[in-house]
T-cell receptor, first 116, second 115 residues
Framework: AQTVTQSQPEMSVQEAETVTLSCTYD???????LFWYKQPPSRQMILVIR??????QNATENRFSVNFQKAAKSFSLKISDSQLGDTAMYFC?????????????FGKGTKLSVKP | DAGVTQSPTHLIKTRGQQVTLRCSPK?????VSWYQQALGQGPQFIFQ???????QRGNFPDRFSGHQFPNYSSELNVNALLLGDSALYLC??????????????FGSGTRLTVV
């Protein structure tokens, strides 16, 4: 069975600085998707960034980028120029390719606080 | 374009009672998945509905059941409520039974408190 581990329960960063959130996962599959979701106090899960495992190039979305190390089964999220609105819970999630086993497997989350 | 709509937003029930939660998927989506998020935890998969049938199920007891209607909306029913069922219940919709990089769109959830 696949598992996702986030080893940092809480992190804080000063506004405008850079922070990296860690995620490791375990799977015997070779094709899959990885996601980072943000959950602000409004509770809605918002997709931040996604990565296809067969792509070696790391995904980027504006201030958000990932460091995907497939052999190490590591998928970290880097947030550059942190903003107060980035304060939220961040969840790393795994999804089998093809989606017939289409349920997301989440880590326990990292609570990020951006301080002014 | 409305996203995923869940109702009610909050609910308080007594142990042993039954509860029904509702979800309307994003326009154009036909697949609905339900997740339970206990306090301080990541969401856990309950089940997924596609073409009005339960396609997959997570490790949840039969007290948890669901339904999908022809308009793709869905209900989650929980019978014989336990204190441990207190959680945020999230609905996620997607397009097609093969979920790819498009991923899921989540609602804001229903906060269920069992007393």
């Amino acid at each position: 069975a696949q598992t996702v581990t986030q080893s940092q329960p809480e992190m804080s960063v000063q506004e405008a600085e850079t922070v990296t959130l860690s995620c490791t996962y375990d799977t015997s599959e070779s094709n899959y998707y990885l996601f980072w979701y943000k959950q602000p106090p409004s509770r809605q899960m918002i997709l931040v960034i996604r990565q296809e495992a067969y792509k070696q190039q790391n995904a980027t979305e504006n201030r958000f980028s990932v460091n995907f190390q497939k052999a190490a089964k590591s998928f970290s999220l880097k947030i550059s120029d942190s903003q107060l609105g980035d304060t939220a819970m961040y969840f790393c999630a795994y999804l089998n390719y093809g989606g017939s086993q289409g349920n997301l497997i989440f880590g326990k989350g990292t609570k990020l606080s951006v301080k002014p | 374009d409305a996203g995923v709509t869940q109702s009610p937003t909050h609910l308080i029930k007594t142990r042993g009672q039954q509860v029904t939660l509702r979800c309307s998927p994003k326009s154009g989506h036909d697949t609905v998945s339900w997740y339970q998020q206990a306090l301080g935890q990541g969401p856990q998969f309950i089940f997924q509905y596609y073409e009005e049938e339960e396609r997959q199920r997570g490790n949840f007891p039969d007290r948890f059941s669901g339904h999908q209607f022809p308009n793709y909306s869905s209900e989650l029913n929980v019978n014989a409520l336990l204190l441990g069922d207190s959680a945020l219940y999230l609905c996620a919709s997607s397009s097609g039974h093969i979920v790819g990089l498009g991923g899921y769109t989540f609602g804001s959830g229903t906060r269920l408190t069992v007393v």
